[in-house]
Each structure stands twice: as C-alpha cells, then as structure tokens.
C-alpha cells in the first residue's frame, strides 16, 4: 500500500508533463490504429491482385495481431527501463519504414511478411501509451484523460477502414501503405524532437521475469488477462469479414463498405463522449452487461438482415457495445498491478491481441468453408455470455 501511494503522489506532480506530449502520443495512437485496420477492406483487393483466396489474404491481418500480441511481452519492461516515450518514438519511426517497404511488396508472402513486421513495431505504442498516461495523471483525472486517448485511437480505426476502401477502389493498395508511412513519418519526427536529452534516472531495472510473475501472481489480473483474450477473439474475428461480406453478399462497392463499417468506431465515439454518465448510471457490472447485449444484437443484425441497410445500425450498436465492456477492461487493466503498470498493461494488450489473431486464423477457415455468416454467428452466441461473466465476476471480485 505504501509503494501505491508513492506511485500516485510522484503522478501528481507529473500531470503537467503529460499536457505537452499527449497530442503526439494521440498522433501516434490514431496512426497505430489505422494501420492496424487498413487492410480489413482491402483483402478483396490484395486477394485479386495476388490471384490468392480471402481466406490466405486474411494472414496479412493475422499475422500483423500475433507479432502485436507477442512483442507487448518485451515493449512494457523496455518503456520502464528507457523511457515509454522514448520507446513510442523508436516504434513510430520504424512503423514509417516499414510501411513505406509495403508499397514494394512484390508478393502475398512478402505482404504477410511485412505486416507481421509492422504488428511488432506498431505494438510498442498503444500500450506503452496508456501506461505513460497512467504514471503521469492522478487516478481521479486519469478516466477522462484515457477517454480522449481511446477517442484518437477509434478515429484512427474509422479512417484505416474508410480509407482502405477508398483507397481499393479508387487508386490501389500500395497507395494506402504509402499514406500510411507518411503520417508514421510526420509523427515519428515531431516526437523525437520533443525526447528529453536521457531517459528516466529511476529507470526500472527489474528483470524482465519478475515483471511479468509480479503481475500474473494477482488473481484479479490473470482474470482480467483471460477475458481480455476471449474478447479480442470473437469481437475481431468478426469485424475485420464485414467490408468483404457487405462486398461480396451485397455488391457494395468497397468504399461504402469501408464507410459502413467505420460506424463501428462511430459507435464507439459515442460511447466515450458519455462514458462518465454512463459509469455514473450502470457501474462497471452494467456496463460489462450491457456491452455484450449490444454486441449480441449488432452481430444478429449482420448475420440475418434481409438488406444491407441493416448493417449500419448493426456496426454502429456492436462498436458501442464493444467499447462499454472493453473500457471497462481496460480501466482495471491500468489499475491491477500499479508498481508493474507498463509490464500490466502490455500483457492485457498481449492478451487481447492474441486473442485477435487466434480467432482471426480460426474464423478464416470457417469462412472460406461456410461463408462470413459464420463469424457473425459465433461472436453473436459468446458475446453476451462473456459480459454476462465479467459482469458476475465485478460483482464478487476480491
């Protein structure tokens, strides 16, 4: 408890730190994210352009989530030991070269390559971000803090969706890799512009297995852990076949699919504008609950709509959903093990992707065996039941 309150009064006296560095780390975390969901709508194009299936196209998403969810292992003891800022800066410089080495992908191997590559450079951000957040801003204003950081982060999923499509079928992949190295360029130079001369004197030198056990010994953690990866598995392993199947099943041209599917993060965006209100009204316990029931009925829309219309209320009620159970995650996930926060976060980070790209991989057969309906299904029936336990384990939690 001692060391605890240590760790919130040296936060409080580094809360106006953060004010200078979080527009860049936003920037950073928009860029992530885009990245990150680029090439949801552009499977159909990788896929006639390499004459491949869906299906093998699909591992340039999966493999990009396993080497995100594996590398959060070494990001979070390398942020405690040089610096999270430092760190961040490294991952978006590199995620600009490597981006721009996508434009010359001369085939489907070396896109799948590449983005594995891009997945592990692109992990050192995100999580490292929330950590920093979470070691320079007081538990009372951190909330609000983390709310506008998950705001650039779903904006960035928005726009890597939308402009995948428009990419796709105006101009072609490779020019969506190169917007992409641009703006991991631009904001890859204004942050190490602003790094302090040395890293932090109070640098952690732990290693890198006592980081990791002091988190993993906390039941609460390992929980949190685990559902962490059964929701990146069904929640992902849905989302990433919406444009293809809006595409395929509708004759959508790609951009509206993409467009369509961007109400998934529209969603929710509404969610963290009334995420205060709402934790005010339900608590976690409701919010866990009601998350899974909205994901619940998006997917159902999705699967059994007569028309493509139905599927824009369906994303947009299945991304708020999503981002009502999922803040719930994570604001406990910076929250379980304070004097480990970057090693904590990076392994709930690790989880949920992982958890990503197993399903993804799973799903991928399914789907190229019984059609996209599928996935829709499986998230549709876990779901809620999964919100239904988290919910039940709020209430008894130690």
Same mark, same amino acid.
């Given at each position: 408890?001692?060391?605890?309150? %240590?760790?919130?009064?040296?936060?409080?006296?580094?809360?106006?730190? @953060?004010?200078?560095?979080?527009?860049?780390?936003?920037?950073?975390?928009?860029?992530?994210?885009?990245?990150?969901?680029?090439?949801?709508?552009?499977?159909?194009?990788?896929?006639?352009?390499?004459?491949?299936?869906?299906?093998?196209?699909?591992?340039?998403?999966?493999?990009?989530?396993?080497?995100?969810?594996?590398?959060?292992?070494?990001?979070?003891?390398?942020?405690?030991?040089?610096?999270?800022?430092?760190?961040?800066?490294?991952?978006?410089?590199?995620?600009?070269? @490597?981006?721009?080495?996508?434009?010359?992908?001369?085939?489907?191997?070396?896109?799948?390559?590449?983005?594995?590559? &891009?997945?592990?450079?692109?992990?050192?951000?995100?999580?490292?971000?929330?950590?920093? @957040?979470?070691?320079?801003?007081?538990?009372?204003?951190? #909330?609000?803090?983390? &709310?506008?950081?998950?705001?650039?982060?779903?904006?960035?999923?928005?726009?890597?969706?939308?402009?995948?499509?428009?990419?796709?079928?105006?101009?072609?992949?490779?020019?969506?890799?190169?917007?992409?190295?641009?703006?991991?360029?631009?904001?890859?130079?204004?942050?190490?512009?602003?790094?302090?001369?040395?890293?932090?004197?109070?640098?952690?030198?732990?290693?890198?297995?006592? #980081?990791?056990?002091?988190?993993?010994?906390?039941?609460?953690?390992?929980?949190?852990?685990?559902? &962490?990866?059964?929701?990146? &598995?069904?929640?992902?392993?849905?989302?990433?076949?919406?444009?293809?199947?809006?595409?395929?099943?509708?004759?959508?041209?790609?951009?509206?699919?993409?467009?369509?599917?961007?109400?998934? !993060?529209?969603?929710?965006?509404?969610?963290?504008?009334?995420?205060?209100?709402?934790?005010?009204?339900?608590?976690?316990?409701?919010?866990?609950?009601?998350?899974?029931?909205?994901?619940?009925?998006?997917?159902?829309?999705?699967?059994? !709509?007569?028309?493509?219309?139905?599927?824009?209320?369906?994303?947009?009620?299945?991304?708020?959903?999503?981002?009502?159970?999922?803040?719930?995650?994570?604001?406990?996930?910076?929250?379980?093990?304070?004097?480990?926060?970057?090693?904590?976060?990076?392994?709930?980070?690790?989880?949920?992707?992982?958890? #990503?790209?197993? !399903?993804?991989?799973?799903?991928?057969?399914?789907?190229?065996?019984?059609? %996209?309906?599928?996935?829709?299904?499986?998230?549709?029936?876990?779901?809620?039941?999964?919100?239904?336990?988290?919910?039940?384990?709020?209430?008894?939690?130690?």
């Amino acid at each position: 408890m001692g060391t605890a309150r %240590v760790v919130e009064i040296t936060s409080s006296k580094q809360a106006a730190g @953060i004010g200078k560095s979080f527009f860049l780390i936003a920037g950073a975390g928009f860029a992530s994210m885009a990245g990150m969901r680029i090439c949801d709508a552009l499977l159909p194009d990788l896929a006639l352009s390499f004459e491949v299936t869906t299906g093998a196209a699909a591992g340039s998403i999966s493999l990009f989530v396993i080497a995100y969810g594996f590398l959060q292992l070494v990001y979070g003891p390398l942020g405690d030991r040089y610096g999270k800022q430092r760190v961040i800066s490294c991952a978006v410089a590199a995620s600009a070269l @490597i981006n721009l080495a996508l434009v010359f992908a001369p085939s489907m191997s070396a896109v799948i390559v590449l983005r594995g590559m &891009a997945g592990a450079a692109t992990a050192g951000i995100i999580p490292l971000s929330m950590a920093l @957040i979470g070691d320079s801003v007081p538990y009372a204003e951190r #909330q609000g803090v983390l &709310a506008k950081f998950m705001s650039a982060t779903i904006i960035g999923m928005i726009s890597g969706q939308w402009v995948g499509g428009l990419f796709a079928d105006l101009l072609n992949w490779q020019a969506a890799f190169g917007l992409l190295a641009l703006i991991f360029g631009g904001v890859a130079l204004m942050l190490l512009r602003s790094l302090p001369a040395k890293p932090p004197a109070n640098a952690a030198r732990r290693s890198f297995f006592s #980081q990791v056990t002091s988190v993993l010994r906390i039941a609460w953690a390992r929980h949190i852990l685990l559902v &962490a990866l059964i929701e990146g &598995a069904f929640v992902f392993s849905a989302l990433v076949f919406i444009p293809t199947y809006l595409h395929d099943r509708y004759g959508l041209p790609l951009t509206a699919a993409g467009a369509i599917v961007a109400l998934y !993060g529209a969603g929710g965006l509404v969610y963290t504008f009334f995420a205060r209100r709402l934790l005010g009204r339900y608590g976690e316990r409701g919010l866990a609950l009601n998350g899974g029931a909205l994901m619940a009925a998006g997917f159902a829309m999705l699967a059994f !709509g007569p028309h493509w219309a139905w599927s824009m209320p369906a994303c947009f009620i299945a991304g708020m959903g999503f981002y009502m159970l999922h803040n719930t995650l994570q604001a406990n996930a910076t929250q379980m093990a304070p004097d480990t926060r970057g090693t904590a976060v990076s392994l709930f980070a690790c989880s949920l992707f992982l958890g #990503q790209s197993l !399903g993804i991989g799973a799903i991928a057969a399914v789907v190229d065996h019984y059609g %996209v309906d599928a996935a829709f299904i499986c998230s549709m029936v876990a779901l809620p039941l999964l919100g239904a336990w988290f919910a039940h384990s709020v209430a008894h939690r130690p």
